[in-house]
């Protein structure tokens, strides 16, 4: 009888433990759906401080939580250049920060400084005029890996379905390379999807600021 309630205990266990990590990836987005829409963008011109980052996409949390600790107030943000589905990890590129400041709004000195201080590179995007966005919920650390499996193809399967002229289904393409590694960009066909990560989301929306850090 003994051994039946210990085995009766540990199925229990084993069943919560199944259920417990099953609503984990659910909470994480796993039922999530990935909105994508285009038309005006979301963000204007920008102001950001970054560093550039060559490898698989997911080893970028450090640089993530490094910028958010100089400034939590400030929203991250990502600019992936390679679709990780078509390019090798470890030749996959992309450039993490902060948001110093957006539109007609001066970034903070003190910021820049600060930013410097700690090895960023400081760049400003010129305001697109159409874009491709998607939202994807970001809950957990998790999040972030899902959205890395979801976010691109859904892009690239919105893309196909609805071809506008002058918008091609590639990620952010370099004009050229600036000292450090950041890319040059162009006009809106130069520039044609970024992904753009904030604390209250993994995609465009997300990119606008909650504060200013000055």
């Given at each position: 009888m003994s051994d039946l309630l210990l085995l009766g205990l540990i199925g229990g266990l084993t069943l919560l433990l199944l259920l417990t990590l099953l609503a984990f990836v659910g909470y994480?987005?796993?039922l999530a759906g990935v909105a994508v829409s285009a038309g005006s963008p979301p963000i204007r011109n920008i102001t950001v401080a970054y560093k550039f980052h060559v490898g698989p996409y997911g080893d970028t949390g450090p640089l993530f939580t490094e910028s958010c600790s100089i400034s939590p107030k400030l929203h991250s943000i990502a600019v992936y250049y390679d679709n990780p589905h078509m390019v090798a990890p470890e030749k996959c590129r992309c450039a993490v920060g902060s948001i110093l400041s957006e539109g007609e709004e001066s970034p903070c000195p003190e910021l820049i400084h600060l930013y410097q201080k700690f090895g960023f590179k400081i760049f400003s995007f010129p305001a697109p005029s159409h874009v491709v966005t998607a939202?994807?919920?970001?809950t957990t650390t998790l999040s972030i890996w899902l959205a890395i499996q979801r976010v691109h193809p859904a892009l690239d399967t919105y893309i196909k379905v609805r071809h506008r002229p002058g918008m091609c289904g590639g990620l952010?393409?370099?004009l050229g390379w600036e000292p450090g590694g950041m890319p040059r960009m162009g006009g809106r066909s130069?520039?044609?999807?970024?992904?753009l990560w904030g604390p209250h989301g993994a995609g465009a929306e997300g990119a606008r600021k909650i504060g200013r850090g000055c």
């Open positions: 994480s987005g796993l939202t994807f919920p970001y952010a393409r370099p130069d520039l044609e999807r970024a992904a």
